[in-house]
Structure formats: C-alpha cells, structure tokens
C-alpha cells in the first residue's frame, strides 16, 4: 500500500498530465506568441508545469478555482517574468520530460494559429477554445463508438462544429436513414455535445454564474476568431 507521500505525488503526476493534455498547446501558443523561439516555447511550457508541481501549485489553484483558464493565464506571465532564465537554463521542465514535444508538432500547428491572431492572449484564449471543445467531440465520439454508433458521429459530427457540414439529405442517404430522422439524431447529438461542453468547463470553476459567463466567452472568442 502507497504511503501518504506517494499518495501525494500519484494524484500531483496524475493532475498534471490532465493539465498537459488540455492546456499545452493554449500555454505555448501564448508563450510564442509573446516573442519566443520554437525551442524557448517549449522550454518554458514544460518548465512552467515542472514549476506549478514543484511549488504545489495546484493546490492552490484547486482552492480558489474560480477560472482556471485566468488562473493558469496569470501563472505562466507570473512564470514568464520571474523565472525565464532560470528555466531557460535548465533541461526542458527540469529533470523530467513532461510533454513529448516530437510527436506533438506543434509549429506545424502554430503557423495556422498566428495567422488568426497576433495578440498573445487571444491566442491562448482560442486555443483554449478549442481544446474545450475537442474534448467533449472526443467524449462524445467515445459514447458513440461504445453504443456502436461510430458511423453515424461521423456522419453527423460536421453539425456540431459547423464545418463541412453536408445537407441533411446526404447524411440520410449515407446512413440509411430517412430525413426526419437524421433530424432527430442531429438534435439529440447538439443536446449531448452541449452538456459534455459545459461538464467540461463545470471542472474548470466554482459556481454556475461562472459557468454561465466562460460559456459565453468560448463562445465569443470562437465568433472573434
């Protein structure tokens, strides 16, 4: 059996891969975007999860919550402003590798980023965004696949983002479905994806008017883009 202590440091571990998954790509972006090379980015982003472990910051995070999207924001400026050389220094993130940058690309992914916005915090803000909402689409492609529906999210997925979407007429065609039906299925899986969206976002703060207000925002930000 663990002893408290690595107890401790499992849950820490665990928490901050969670962390990586959702909020690495929206730090770095914002990181370079405040001027820094590919290799300082990434530097500073592993640096900087090293950092909040290492100081317990989670703990902290965890007791005010509030948004943990401004939350974050503020500790990577705070992290930037005092502890740039000193990370900078160092092996990426200390000792410990975090993020497996080579497999991640994230230039690659970055170009397209910069070219929506040169503003470094709103550029953190959309990629928040979308991480938010990649996400509940992979929660939401998960529950489909489970239930033996893959076909049908794929079929369908282009009416909860918008994009490529084809006409209801396609979709019934490509499924077997008839048309009335696929409106169905199509307003069903707006409903699901919605309250995956906001249980996702519920984790990040403490109260519903909060909840309210960063729904708005990922909205807002998803239109200014």
Known sequence: MARPDEAGRTRAREALEELCRTYWYPLYAFVRGRGHSPVDAQD????????????????????????????????????????????????????????????LDPEARYAGAARQSSNPEHLFDREWALEMIAGALQTLRDEMGGAGKSDQFDAL?????????????????QLGMSEGAVKVAVHRLRQRFRKLLR???????????????????????????
């Open 199 to 225: 249980a996702a976002i519920a984790e990040t703060v403490t109260n519903e008017a909060d909840l309210d207000d960063e729904l708005r925002y990922l909205i807002a930000v998803l239109r200014r883009t």
């Open 44 to 103: 500073l982003t592993q640096a900087f999860f090293a950092h909040i472990i290492e100081t317990q910051g989670l703990a902290s995070a965890d007791r005010e919550r509030g948004r943990f999207r401004s939350y974050l924001l503020g500790a990577m400026k705070h992290f930037l402003a005092n502890e740039w050389h000193r990370a900078k220094a160092q092996k990426r993130g200390g000792q410990v590798q975090f993020i497996e940058w080579d497999a």
């Open 157 to 173: 997925k282009g009416c909860l983002t918008g994009q490529d979407e084809p006409s209801r007429e396609q979709i019934a065609a």
